[in-house]
């Protein structure tokens, strides 16, 4: 099925006509490019609005910072940077804290490639893990119709209830695409089972409950480290698959979080010495990858200089360690742990391996434990627990 039943009741969109004719040319670009090759999905980006879900968002400007682009500024000039920007290749930052992005509407070529991964049948009955814009949503809901089998959430109830508007004014209703406001992490069982979850939010783990929601035979599909892992669920419950070939950097998961203890992470000195596995170690996108995954609960942020070479690595820990790296070697230390040992053991697993691309990486879910192997779900693997290390033990 494609589409609505009936076809979406909208309020009057004074930029409908000059939407459609930018949306038909981002929707061209990404087929020049090699991407929705799926005619089904290509309907569904030529049809949906994306500026319906962006009224606002936060552009990047050069030396740091945002400005904000709507689609009711006076000027009419910005008016139109806000509408040509909404149908441009990137993602666009919708939500701040503190200066960085807790929301964002995803890059629609990576849209695109997820969602052709996800081999939506008819009738399937999708969960969303992160609302975002509700965009993604409604491109689902699109394909499947207007008989509600799409559930989108979000931890936020400011990040649903816009979400839930946009939809609306698409013509994507409640009775069409559930929006939940909850922890994404435990799932939302009131509404499963599921033929297939998508994450669009950055995963450190799988969590258990989302194999645990799936009917036999459903596919998990979510963004981890950089990459994208997908998911068959097996009968019994297990969860297995390979990391796809496609680059995948996506806003982190939030998760309601308990109160940090008084002073815990505060108070320790600041420690400096030098490393052999600097920020150009880093360079390569592979082993970006392998760092993801061994990083798992960590925050990893990247620092560019003005020709967009990587420059410096900052990682983060929930006991409020940090690791502080530049492009010369030097790394600055606070806190309890060596997070940038966890850099250097990484790289001596991805060298001793010899430097292996992320599909021949894959993951096992099972009986509350989760492992990465290499090549073989039976050969060389490690733990993905949290922020656990990997080595060079047996399989387990």
């Known amino acids: 099925m494609t589409g609505s039943l009936d076809p979406p009741v909208r309020a009057a969109d004074p930029m409908a006509d000059a939407g459609a004719r930018l949306r038909w040319r981002m929707v061209q670009r990404i087929a020049d490019a090699g991407g929705l090759e799926n005619a089904v999905w290509r309907k569904a980006f030529e049809d949906v609005p994306r500026h319906l879900f962006v009224p606002r968002y936060y552009h990047p400007v050069r030396g740091g910072g945002f400005e904000t682009l709507r689609h009711d500024d006076p000027d009419p000039r910005r008016r139109l940077r806000w509408l040509s920007g909404a149908y441009e290749d990137v993602p666009l930052v919708t939500h701040l804290r503190a200066g960085s992005a807790v929301s964002s509407s995803s890059q629609p070529s990576l849209m695109a490639s997820m969602l052709e991964a996800l081999e939506v049948r008819d009738a399937d009955s999708v969960l969303e893990i992160g609302a975002g814009t509700g965009y993604n949503a409604a491109l689902i ?83 981890m480290a950089n990459s994208l892992i997908k998911l068959r669920v097996s009968p019994t419950g297990r969860a297995e698959g390979r990391f796809l070939d496609t680059p995948a950097y996506f806003v982190q998961l939030r998760r309601a979080q308990p109160p940090q203890s008084p002073g815990e992470g505060e108070g320790e000195d600041i420690r400096e010495r030098e ?111 949290g922020a656990s290390r990997p080595s060079d033990g047996a399989a387990t």
């Open 141 to 223: 809901a699109h394909r499947l119709g207007d008989d509600g089998r799409v559930t989108t959430m979000d931890l936020e109830e400011a990040i649903t209830d816009s979400a839930r508007d946009h939809l609306t004014a698409a013509g994507y209703g409640p009775r069409t695409v559930a929006v939940v406001t909850g922890d994404g992490a435990l799932g939302c069982p009131d509404r499963a089972p599921y033929d297939r979850i998508m994450a669009t939010c950055a995963m450190p783990f799988i969590p258990p409950s989302w194999p645990a929601q799936c009917r036999a035979g459903a596919l998990i599909l979510a963004p």
């Open 275 to 385: 490393t052999r596995t600097g920020p150009r170690a880093l360079d390569s996108e592979s082993f970006r990858f392998v760092l993801g995954l061994a990083a798992g609960e960590l925050g990893v942020r990247w620092s560019y200089d003005e020709t967009r070479r990587l420059s410096g690595v900052d990682l983060s820990a929930p006991d409020g360690s940090t690791a502080s790296a530049d492009r010369g070697g030097t790394v600055l230390l606070e806190g309890r742990r060596d997070l940038w040992a966890l850099v250097e053991e990484a790289y001596d697993l991805w060298e001793r391996r010899r430097r292996p691309e992320r599909s021949r990486f894959g993951l096992t879910v099972e009986g509350g434990r989760q492992w990465i192997w290499l090549d073989d779900p039976g050969g060389d693997s490690w733990p993905l627990t």
